[in-house]
């Protein structure tokens, strides 16, 4: 199967003067990506990274219409429901630290639809991956997501009364849905489905896929060649792994906020030390994880630099 890029693109603009590129990337568990239509297996989570390459506030949403609600299901990543936390109501871990301070996605439906609606931040906004929700196929068919933008808030740090997004432009993301080939339901692909594939090898009568542990990949009643090569277009994929787990460690190693000098001297303290097993034994100033504080791990840090970590109600 081929995993090359999907790349959706919307463009967004702002008064008349600019303009921007917001972006949806869809991505297997194992990181490749994928072109559309995309052909998943039933049980397989996605992730979808949304990302820009201007640093200004834009309003974005990801969402399944009626019809393909029995397919596939979009969610967010730890929601915080607790009034005293950063920002209620959102899903924190689908806010990636590029969106800014203040970003936010949260659930959002209209009339025939439902999904996720992702707000950049008021600061600290930058060019690179703002958000990511996961996508989980459920049922075979085809299946599309909708990807929208709306024009931003603009100046106001809290939208006037009656405002209303403006649609600026929308695409659909096309899916199709087919049967798993993890027929253990261990997560990959791999010999333990092939021995359960082989058990059926040229059996004849089935009426139902499920009479064979889902081996009748092509539904025809019967275990062949033609079943073998479905299964093997899918060899050693994987079905239930994040490929996108966020920032791949805080940058705020003081945990103040913010990333800035203090957190810079935390890791100029640990700097060219080296035989680190774990992130924690240096204050995770190790951001790489190969065990030492070199280039690598300046480099990241500075992608962050004077970025927010957390955030609470203005």
């Not at 603009?13 to 559309?36: K, M, N, Q, Y």
């Not at 029995?70 to 630290?97: H, K, Q, T, W």
Request: charged share 25%; aromatic share 14%.
């Amino acid at each position: 199967m081929t995993k090359t890029l999907l790349f959706l693109a919307i463009f967004l603009c702002v008064g008349s003067a600019s303009f921007g590129e917001v972006t949806a990337e869809i991505r297997l568990p194992d990181g490749s990506r994928l072109d559309e239509p995309a052909e998943v297996m039933v049980g397989t989570q996605l992730s979808i990274v949304v990302s820009s390459d201007v640093d200004e506030r834009r309003f974005v949403t990801l969402s399944l219409e009626d019809a393909n609600s029995d397919y596939a299901v979009l969610y967010g990543r730890d929601f915080n429901d607790d009034p005293m936390g950063p920002y209620i109501y959102s899903y924190e871990g689908s806010c990636l630290p590029a969106s800014g301070k203040h970003a936010a996605v949260q659930d959002w439906e209209e009339t025939g639809a439902d999904g996720l609606q992702m707000s950049t931040g008021l600061y600290y906004i930058a060019r690179d991956d703002w958000f990511v929700v996961d996508y989980n196929v459920i049922n075979t068919g085809d299946c599309e997501v909708v990807f929208s933008g709306y024009d931003p808030v603009g100046p106001y740090e809290d939208p006037p009364p009656g405002y209303e997004p403006i649609l600026v432009g929308h695409r659909h993301i096309e899916f199709i849905h087919v049967r798993t080939r993890d027929f253990n339901g261990d997560g990959y692909v791999d010999f333990d489905d092939f021995s359960i594939f082989g058990s059926y090898w040229r059996g004849t009568g089935y009426s139902d896929p499920n009479e064979c542990e889902g081996t009748d990949l092509d539904a025809n009643g019967g275990i062949d060649v033609n079943d073998l090569m479905l299964f093997c277009g899918y060899w050693l994929d994987e079905t239930d792994k994040r490929w996108y787990q966020g920032p791949a460690r805080s940058r705020d190693f003081n945990n103040d906020g913010y990333v800035n000098l203090g957190d810079f001297a935390v890791l100029a303290s640990y700097w060219r030390s080296t035989g680190y097993s774990d992130p924690s034994q240096c204050e995770g100033a190790d951001l790489d994880g190969d065990g030492s504080i070199d280039m690598n791990d300046l480099r990241l840090f500075t992608d962050y630099w004077n970025g927010a970590s957390y955030w609470w109600w203005p």
